[in-house]
């Protein structure tokens, strides 16, 4: 079974540092690009970025450009979304997901991880 | 960036039809691709390459894309259908539809 498992909810401080992470398992990690996706509290999903873990070719959204860094560890077949100095304003819901080519349809998706920025 | 448009709410009475529309400049000259997600739970892909369903998916789910439209169309639509859909194309980036809250009444 193809599955992307994310790691746990973070509670962090404005101006503090984060990393998530998604694992992929059941498939071939470095043949499928990984994105990740941003839903803030009620609201509909923003694309961030996608990275192919097999050179880690990377692409990100203009709005999230510069706010955040994708990478991978291929060796663990998991990909990683980091800030540097989290905001309140980046509270919310991210997940990653799988999809063929960077242009093709997100599948499966990861369960989430709910981040919240507050002092 | 790309932007898609989508009407925020629909509503279909058991057993009807509902129609959602996904526009955006030439989207019929892109895949568009639609997914599901109810309240607390990942998306899940529906509908993908316009009009092609994933295992697993019903029937009565499918989708067409022609000029600067997407539709999804449920077909006997049921009340576990009540749920939130967004459309997906990629130019130079991918862009999400502002979603759709699909209410079966």
């Known amino acids: 079974e193809v599955q992307l498992v994310q790691s746990g909810a973070e509670v962090k401080k404005p101006g503090e540092s984060l990393k998530i992470s998604c694992k992929g398992s059941?498939?071939?990690?470095?043949?499928?690009?990984i994105g990740w996706v941003r839903q803030m509290p009620g609201k509909g999903l923003e694309w961030m970025g996608i990275?192919?873990?097999?050179?880690?070719?990377?692409r990100y959204s203009p709005s999230f450009q510069g706010q955040v860094t994708i990478s991978v560890d291929k060796s663990i077949s998991t990909a990683y979304l980091r800030w540097s100095s989290l905001k309140a304003s980046d509270t919310a819901m991210y997940y990653c997901?799988?999809?063929?080519?960077?242009?093709?349809?997100?599948?499966?998706w990861g369960q989430g991880t709910l981040v919240t920025v507050s002092s | 960036s790309y932007e898609l448009t989508q009407p925020p709410s629909v509503s279909v009475s058991p057993g009807q039809t509902a129609s959602i529309t996904c526009s955006g400049d030439?989207?019929?000259?892109?895949?568009a691709h639609w997914y599901q997600q109810k309240p607390g739970q990942s998306p899940v892909l529906v509908i993908y390459?316009?009009?092609k369903r994933p295992s697993g998916i019903p029937e009565r789910f499918s989708g067409s894309n022609s000029g600067n439209t997407a539709t999804l169309t449920i077909s006997g639509t049921q009340a576990m259908d009540e749920a939130d859909y967004y459309c997906?194309?990629?130019?130079?980036?991918?862009?999400f539809g502002g979603g759709t809250r699909l209410t079966v009444l």
């Open positions: 997901a799988r999809t063929q080519a960077a242009a093709g349809a997100f599948d499966p």
């Open positions: 059941g498939y071939s990690f470095t043949t499928y690009w």
């Open positions: 990275i192919y873990p097999g050179d880690s070719d990377t």
């Open positions: 030439k989207l019929g000259d892109k895949y």
């Open positions: 390459q316009d009009g």
């Open positions: 997906q194309a990629w130019d130079s980036g991918t862009a």
